[in-house]
């Protein structure tokens, strides 16, 4: 392989990473926004929260 193969392949391969780690982000602070707005709503509703699930 030249080097311009080898640059290509990093490059593409560091790309990849990048796109992959922004979806992970995304995909995190969404999840954590839905659990959160779940969270108010129980507190609201005079429930308690705990370990995840709205108990009355």
Excluded: P
């Excluded at 780690?21 to 929260?49: D, M, P, Y």
């Amino acid at each position: 392989m030249d080097n311009d193969t080898k640059t290509s392949i990093f490059v593409c391969a560091c790309l990849t990473v990048a796109f992959l780690s922004l979806v992970h982000g995304c995909t995190t602070v969404f999840k954590t926004s839905v659990e959160n707005r779940h969270k108010t709503i129980c507190l609201e509703q005079a429930k308690q929260w705990q370990d995840g699930n709205c108990i009355r």
